[in-house]
């Protein structure tokens, strides 16, 4: 493979349209996940509207591998069980769902993007000689 080029990995983590603790758990999943990949950063979120360390939506990105059996045991929808309800004390729900989506999208590093002329690129597009 062209020494370039690589995949890089996504992984987006999701409460949809839950509940704040569905938001909680997102968080608690960004945790476990960036154990997981060590290399994973954070390249985007959506806080919730009124919980701190609540997230709606999280994204992961790595250039590295993901281990498949990481992804085998994340992807999907994700049951998170918990005993103790702190945004709602003595709520009877204790099963909260989030989302998690793996995906790879090319990434051209930018060493190549010197060498190339993007003004004879467009000429040659219109179809003038060079």
């Not at 690589?6 to 509940?19: D, S, W």
């Not at 999280?58 to 929808?77: F, H, M, R, S, Y």
């Not at 204790?94 to 051209?108: L, P, R």
Request: charged letters at 20%; aromatic letters at 10%.
């Amino acid at each position: 493979m062209n020494n370039h080029l690589n995949l890089k990995k996504y992984i987006q983590i999701t409460a949809g349209r839950g509940p704040v603790e569905c938001a909680r758990v997102v968080t608690l999943v960004t945790q476990k996940l960036l154990e997981a990949i060590p290399s994973a950063e954070l390249v985007d979120y959506e806080p919730h509207d009124s919980a701190d360390d609540c997230y709606m939506s999280v994204t992961l990105a790595t250039n590295d591998a993901l281990p498949q059996a990481t992804i085998d045991e994340w992807k999907g929808t994700v049951l998170w069980r918990s005993t103790k309800n702190r945004y709602r004390p003595g709520h009877k729900r204790s099963n909260w769902y989030v989302g998690i989506n793996f995906s790879m999208k090319w990434n051209f590093h930018t060493s190549i993007m010197p060498t190339y002329n993007m003004t004879r690129a467009v000429q040659a597009a219109k179809g003038v000689r060079m």
